[in-house]
């Protein structure tokens, strides 16, 4: 259960009060404001404010004084055109803040995306909840034998339930020290800042993050990707949920440029090229390494 009933009152309450305003507002959008979306066992995302919608990014390529809106198929055609082109600062004109509830080890990943503003519950002030991510069974895997940073098999029912005994009892016993720690209980108690240093890195922390959709668009084709880990990617796709109803057009340019293209290097081209004219191109041939053709392959399938 991720949030408390007060929680949920504070939203419903948030939900409850409607405003006035000449801004612009993303209908699809309104629908997510501030609602809880789940994600992992104990952690969500959640939309807390927004600012432009796909209109916004015509009206700043277009430098207009109006609504720089023209039909919507000119529209979408013109945010093709800049996704397309890497034209990307008109997609920086519309903004999202979230509220998110992350592991710590998720978070950590979250933090490198250097181009978003960050403000952090503080363990040093408050005091951190007894909220640990434990895997669900299908989704503990052994170490990948061909990815050195991937997962492979699944672990048998044995081995799994020995991994999650242990994720438990770890996590029960270093929040049963942290509080220990804290208690004054008629004596001095160490210091927040200090006490938790003893926590694993799966115990859950918050934060609020605005980002601008260009590098809300960079974030989610690296963590929204195959090669991210799943724990931050599934927080990934929760957004991308959000910004397809959000931003209609951008998202669909991004799809399909993005998250759905393929940056080819020279000689992949040059491969695709020869096999067109009927050559019989291998990887010895191809001049690429095992890698890369593997790679190439995959993206050939
Ligand atoms: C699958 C995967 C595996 C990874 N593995 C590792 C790992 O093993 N170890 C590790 O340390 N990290 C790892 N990372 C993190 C990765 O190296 C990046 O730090 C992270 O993805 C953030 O990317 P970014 O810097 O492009 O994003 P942002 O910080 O959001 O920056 C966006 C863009 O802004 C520009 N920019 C921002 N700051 C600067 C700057 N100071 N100088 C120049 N340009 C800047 C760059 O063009 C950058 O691409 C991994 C990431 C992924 C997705």
Redesign the pocket.
């Known amino acids: 259960m991720p949030l408390s009933p007060d929680q949920l009152a504070e939203i419903e309450d948030q939900r409850s009060t409607t405003r006035q305003t000449l801004r612009v507002v993303a209908p699809g959008m309104e629908s997510h404001l501030y609602r809880v979306h789940e994600v992992l066992d104990h952690g969500f995302i959640r939309v807390v404010d927004y600012m432009g919608d796909d209109a916004a990014i015509c009206q700043a390529a277009r430098v207009s004084y109006g609504k720089g809106t023209k039909s919507v198929q000119g529209d979408t055609g013109l945010i093709r055109y800049l996704m397309r082109h890497a034209h990307s600062t008109p997609f920086e004109m519309c903004e999202i803040k979230l509220h998110v509830k992350l592991p710590l080890f998720v978070a950590r990943?979250w933090i490198?995306?250097?181009?978003?503003n960050v403000n952090e519950y503080s363990a040093r002030y408050s005091i951190l909840d007894r909220e640990f991510y434990i895997p669900a069974r299908d989704d503990l895997a052994a170490q990948s034998s061909i990815n050195s940073?991937g997962r492979g098999d699944a672990l048998t029912d044995a081995e799994a339930a020995r991994v999650l005994d242990i994720l438990k009892s770890d996590a029960a016993q270093c929040y049963d020290h942290y509080e220990e720690m804290i208690s004054d209980d008629g004596k001095a108690g160490l210091a927040r800042e200090l006490a938790r240093m003893n926590l694993p890195a799966n115990i859950y922390t918050q934060w609020y993050w605005k980002v601008d959709l260009h590098?809300l668009f960079?974030?989610m084709a690296?963590?929204a990707?195959a090669?991210?880990?799943w724990e931050i990617r599934v927080y990934a796709e929760a957004i991308a949920a959000v910004v397809a109803d959000w931003v209609p057009a951008a998202y669909g340019a991004f799809a399909d440029y993005r998250m759905g293209g393929v940056a080819l290097s020279a000689q992949a081209i040059n491969c695709v090229r020869r096999m067109l004219k009927g050559e019989e191109v291998t990887q010895e041939n191809s001049g690429m390494n095992k890698r890369e053709w593997r790679e190439f392959e995959g993206v050939l399938e």
Do not use: G, P
């Open positions: 990943q490198r995306h250097r181009t978003a940073q590098n960079h974030f690296l963590r990707d090669h991210a880990q």
